[in-house]
C-alpha cells in the first residue's frame, strides 16, 4: 500500500486523538496532512508540533493568536474558523479524509471532500443522518469510498466484503443499552447528566455519551446504516448487547449471518477505515472468550428509550424529517448538560420541533445547511415549554 496523507478533522477529540495512535502505530503507511480542532488549543499544538501537517485549523476563532505564535516557527499553516474547514479538505495531496467532528458541522467538509475525489473515512454520523441520499450519491459519482469508522458500521463493512453479489436480508446493530439498560420511565425522570455520562463500555465525549445512554445514537447509526449499506427501513434492527463485543450482525437471504467481533476498542475500526484493505498487525488487546463466558442479546426498549423509535420514524417520513431530528437532539443534549431540561424532556423536546418543522421533501444541500440552523432556533424557543 502507498503512503496515504491523511486529513483529521476533529483531532483533538476521542476519535481524533486515538486516530493518531494509529497513525504513530504505522508510519510507513500514514501520514498527517491536515489537523483541525475546536477549542483545545493547547492539544491541538502538541499534535502539530509532533506530525508537523501542512496545515492546522482551530474553529474557535480566539484561539488563533495563540495557535499562529506556537507554530510561528514551523511552515505549519496556520487556519481559524468553520469555513477553514472546507478550504483545508480540497489540498489535492489529502488521500483520506478522516472527519471525526460532533454534529452536522461535519456535513459541508465531507462533501467538498467527496467532490475533490478524496475518499472518506466517516466517524461524523450526523453527514449521512442529515443528508444521507446526497452524500451518498456524490460519493458514487466521484467514486470516492466511504470507509465507515462507527464500530457497528464498520462491523456491518467488515461482514460485507467478498459478499458483492449476496443481498442483504437483514442487518442487526449492537447497543450496549448504555447506563440505564432496563430501566423503566419513572426510574428516568430524576437522571441526572453525571449519571448519564457513565457509560459502562465505551469512553466517548460528552454529547456522544449522552446519546448513548438516550439511544438517540443508535437512532442515528439507524439512519446512517440505511444510507451506507442502500437498506430499507426494516431491514435494520436494534438488539441490545451489553457486553459489546458483537459489534454488528449480517443475515444473508439464506439465512446465514456474519458477525464482526472484538473487545470495545475504537483503534480498531479507526485502523480499518484508514488501512483497508490490509488488516495490518497490532499491539491492540485481544479478544479471550473464556473472559466473555456469556454473551447475551435483548431487545432495545423504544417505549422507555423514545428517541429511538423517533428516528424510526423520521427515516420513515423521509425529506428533511432526520436533518431536523439531529439539529433538534443536538439542541437537547446541549439543554440537558446545562441542566435547563430533563433526561426525559430530550425526546419531548425533538418531538416538540418535529411537530412544528415544515417538512422539505427534497432538500438540496444549501436547504439542509438552512432547515439545520432553523430547527436550532425553534427548538431553543421551545427549551422553557417542556
Not at 479524509?97 to 475533490?116: D, F, Q, R, S
Not at 457509560?199 to 449522552?210: E, L, R
Not at 446465514?256 to 485502523?271: C, R, T
Not at 446541549?334 to 423536546?349: K, P, R, T, V, W
Request: negative net charge; aromatic residues 6%; contains cysteine.
Amino acid at each position: 500500500m502507498n503512503k496515504r496523507n491523511i486529513a483529521i478533522l476533529g483531532a483533538t477529540g476521542s476519535i481524533g486523538t486515538q486516530a493518531l495512535d494509529v497513525v504513530r502505530a504505522f508510519p510507513e503507511l500514514l501520514e498527517v496532512s491536515v489537523l483541525t480542532g475546536a477549542r483545545n488549543v493547547a492539544l491541538l499544538i502538541e499534535q502539530a508540533l509532533e506530525f508537523r501537517p501542512k496545515a492546522v485549523v482551530i474553529t474557535d476563532e480566539s484561539a488563533y493568536k495563540t495557535l499562529k505564535e506556537a507554530l510561528a516557527g514551523t511552515n505549519i499553516r496556520v487556519l481559524s474558523g468553520v469555513d477553514a474547514l472546507v478550504e483545508v479538505v480540497t489540498d489535492p495531496e489529502i488521500d483520506v479524509l478522516l472527519n471525526a467532528i460532533v454534529g452536522a458541522a461535519g456535513l459541508k467538509p465531507t462533501v467538498v471532500a467527496i467532490e475533490h475525489g478524496k475518499d472518506i473515512a466517516l466517524a461524523n454520523k450526523e453527514t449521512l443522518v442529515v443528508a444521507g441520499e446526497l452524500v451518498m450519491g456524490l460519493a458514487e459519482k466521484h467514486q470516492v469510498k466511504m470507509l465507515p469508522v462507527d464500530s457497528e458500521h464498520s462491523a456491518i463493512f467488515q461482514c460485507l466484503v467478498g459478499e458483492e453479489q449476496n443481498p442483504i436480508e437483514k442487518i442487526y446493530l449492537t447497543a450496549s443499552g448504555g447506563p440505564f439498560r432496563g430501566k423503566g420511565r419513572l426510574d428516568l425522570m430524576e437522571v441526572t447528566k453525571a449519571q448519564a455520562l457513565l457509560h459502562p463500555n465505551w469512553v466517548m465525549g460528552a454529547k456522544i455519551t449522552i446519546d448513548s445512554a438516550s439511544l438517540m445514537n443508535k437512532g442515528l447509526e439507524v439512519i446512517e446504516a440505511k444510507w451506507l449499506f442502500d437498506l430499507e427501513v426494516d431491514q435494520i434492527d436494534v438488539i441490545v448487547h451489553p457486553q459489546s463485543i458483537v459489534h454488528s450482525i449480517v443475515q444473508f437471504q439464506d439465512g446465514s449471518m456474519k458477525a464482526q467481533m472484538g473487545v470495545p476498542d475504537m483503534k480498531l475500526p479507526i485502523q480499518n477505515a484508514l488501512t483497508y484493505p490490509l488488516r495490518m498487525q497490532n499491539s491492540f488487546e485481544r479478544f479471550d472468550f473464556l473472559k466473555y463466558p456469556t454473551l447475551t442479546f435483548e431487545p432495545a426498549d423504544q417505549e422507555t428509550f423514545r428517541n429511538l423509535e423517533l428516528a424510526y420514524s423520521v427515516l420513515r417520513a423521509g425529506g428533511d424529517r432526520a436533518c431536523v431530528l439531529n439539529a433538534a437532539n443536538e439542541i437537547a443534549v446541549e439543554a440537558f448538560l446545562n441542566d435547563q431540561i430533563s433526561f426525559l424532556g430530550m425526546s419531548d423536546l425533538i418531538e416538540a420541533t418535529l411537530c412544528q418543522q415544515k417538512m422539505v421533501k427534497q432538500p438540496t444541500l444549501n436547504d439542509y445547511i438552512a432547515i439545520d440552523q432553523q430547527t436550532r432556533l425553534v427548538a431553543r424557543d421551545l427549551i422553557d415549554k417542556i
